[in-house]
């Protein structure tokens, strides 16, 4: 598992403008993301599950949440890191139960509430795929400074575009409230982010057991 996660990630590379303080990373079948501001990450969203259920982020306040931005046709980028994400909850144990990871497409024109569905099966049961309009995910990858893009590829067998994404994994405490980023893409692995999650949850509870 480590020896394979090591060659997908071969092709990323982290590389720090130190002149401007702003980091960046550049990624296979992605565009260059830079880090957003953490000021007003999260927001509403009305979107579709890949069981066609109609959903809003208010339906996941009692959660801590792991969202991540990506797309089905995403050759290694997107289930890289979805599986690390997994991997993640499980290092978490009991406490993992209280965290759910959400898929949101940025290509809802292929990727239909049966294509996620394929999909989130064939990674982790527990994983919720969300599509919906072109206007709807737009609105959602808005409210998490998601950068994306459509761009053509007429070179990949079976591709007429693929989609140019940010790559982040956003972590939302209970209420819809940002808490922190993960960078799997630039090797942050599922043990440091399940340390780190560990932390927040704890605190988390012991600030409010102290109200």
Not at 66 to 74: A, I, K, N, R, S
Not at 130 to 144: C, F, P, Q
Not at 159 to 178: A, C, L, T
């Amino acid at each position: 598992m480590i020896a394979s996660r090591k060659m997908r990630l071969a092709a990323v590379a982290a590389v720090t403008l130190l002149a401007t303080g702003v980091t960046t990373w550049f990624r296979m079948d992605s565009s260059p993301a830079v880090l957003p501001s953490s000021q007003a990450i999260g927001g509403p969203f009305k979107l579709k599950t890949s069981r066609g259920e109609i959903v809003t982020d208010r339906d996941f306040r009692d959660k801590w949440l792991l969202v991540y931005f990506g797309y089905t046709h995403c050759p290694d980028i997107c289930p890289t890191t979805l599986a690390e994400v997994v991997q993640t909850i499980d290092l978490l144990g009991a406490v993992g139960a209280g965290v759910q990871p959400l898929f949101i497409t940025v290509d809802p024109e292929r990727d239909t509430p049966d294509v996620m569905d394929a999909y989130v099966k064939a990674l982790d049961a527990r994983i919720i795929g969300l599509t919906g309009t072109s206007a709807e995910i737009a609105n959602a990858a808005k409210s998490y400074k998601v950068h994306y893009a459509r761009a053509e590829s007429k070179t990949r067998a079976g591709q007429d575009y693929h989609m140019e994404h940010s790559s982040f994994v956003y972590v939302m405490g209970p209420g819809g409230r940002y808490m922190t980023l993960f960078t799997p893409v630039a090797g942050q692995a599922p043990d440091q982010m399940a340390l780190k999650l560990r932390e927040l949850i704890s605190r988390s509870r012991a600030e409010k057991s102290a109200r």
